[in-house]
Nanobody, 120 residues
């Protein structure tokens, strides 16, 4: 079994910073892509940022220059440093990993979601 556990969400004032982290545990052989998505009520989940096993990154236009994604392959973790936060960043953020489990099964795994609220 594989579990993704997120941490770091919360309330912050506009212009402030938060750091989200996600740790994977369980019967993991290898992790390919890691990423962060977000979903507002009534809307589709959208990509925020993702990072490949080789370190290549991709960001949504709305967060470029403000958010930075990083990963620690030794610890099976992915982080999202969010700076210059705006009220429109208020939403639930989900960690995602595409990985191969011991035994060869591969697929997408998701965290439980963490709320980020940007408000004065």
């Amino acid at each position: 079994q594989v579990q993704l556990v997120e941490s770091g969400g919360g309330l912050v004032q506009p212009g402030g910073s938060l750091r989200l982290s996600c740790a994977a545990s369980g019967s993991i052989f290898s992790i390919y892509a890691m990423g962060w998505y977000r979903q507002a009520p009534g809307k589709q989940r959208e990509l925020v940022a993702r990072i490949t096993s080789g370190g290549s990154t991709d960001y949504a236009d709305s967060v470029k220059g403000r958010f930075t994604i990083s990963r620690d392959n030794a610890k099976n973790t992915v982080s999202l440093q969010m700076n210059s936060l705006k009220p429109e960043d208020t939403v639930v953020y989900y960690c995602n990993m595409y990985l191969v489990r011991l035994g060869g099964v591969q697929g997408d795994y998701w965290g439980q979601g963490t709320q980020v609220t940007v408000s004065s």
